[in-house]
């Protein structure tokens, strides 16, 4: 469920879990960052503008501020309620229910971001319950030294280059990206595959026929009943 199922509710709340989890979504990818405070929340982009028409940027506010602002509201009034979770909040949410597939997302430096992401996912005991992944090779690097048992993946947004050089968990490409060859390379490499974000019939159709290890999609009921029916 892509930002934990964004075609049904707000991306990235709890209110979206909670739909993912009714749909049978295996996992809920998000997003998270953090504040100028220090906490880990789950949140796409670097500002609310899109969320809540807020110019005010996550890394320079205080978790304290954020957690006022409505980011409900523009999606539809139903969610007015919906406010910004932090990471915790999330895995809680989650625990025994659905998977996570977290995304580090960096703008700018943040050395502390991996670090207390997986001191996190240490306190709910979750660590087979979730993956991490970033576009950041650097970030997957620190996953993979301070927690070698959660799975970490790197993130493709342009070119994939030589897939050789990359001792990763998986791989989350463009649904462009994910081709026949791509697949081949990666799986003679025991790589996984998922690709993003893939929100018709046919797309997860041949997505499937190449042999796609995991769908990223806004709308998990769609995917769940197209799986299902193939």
Avoid: C
Wanted: glycine share 8%.
């Amino acid at each position: 469920a892509h930002r934990a199922g964004a075609l049904y509710a707000p991306e990235n709340t709890l209110a979206a879990l909670e739909i993912a989890v009714r749909q049978k979504a295996d996992s809920a990818e998000i997003d998270v960052q953090r504040t100028l405070d220090g906490t880990v929340v789950v949140v796409h982009d670097q500002d609310l503008m899109k969320l809540a028409r807020d110019p005010r940027r996550i890394g320079q506010t205080t978790y304290r501020d954020l957690s006022q602002v409505d980011i409900g509201s523009l999606f539809h009034s139903d969610f007015k309620r919906e406010r910004i979770a932090r990471l915790s909040d999330f895995l809680s949410a989650a625990a025994g229910k659905i998977r996570l597939l977290i995304e580090l997302k960096y703008y700018g430096e943040d050395n502390l971001l991996a670090g207390e992401t997986l001191e996190l996912v240490g306190r709910a005991g979750m660590e087979k319950e979730v993956q991490i992944m970033s576009l950041e090779l650097k970030a997957v690097r620190q996953i993979q030294r301070l927690a070698p048992q959660i799975a970490a993946g790197y993130v493709f947004a342009a070119g994939l280059g030589n897939l050789a050089r990359l001792d990763v968990g998986f791989l989350a490409v463009p649904t462009g990206q994910a081709t026949s060859k791509l697949m081949r390379e990666a799986h003679e490499k025991s790589l996984l595959v998922y690709a993003w974000t893939v929100n018709d019939v046919d797309g997860i159709l041949d997505l499937m026929e190449i042999g796609i290890d995991g769908l990223i999609t806004d709308d998990s009921a769609l995917a769940y009943t197209a799986i299902k029916d193939i």
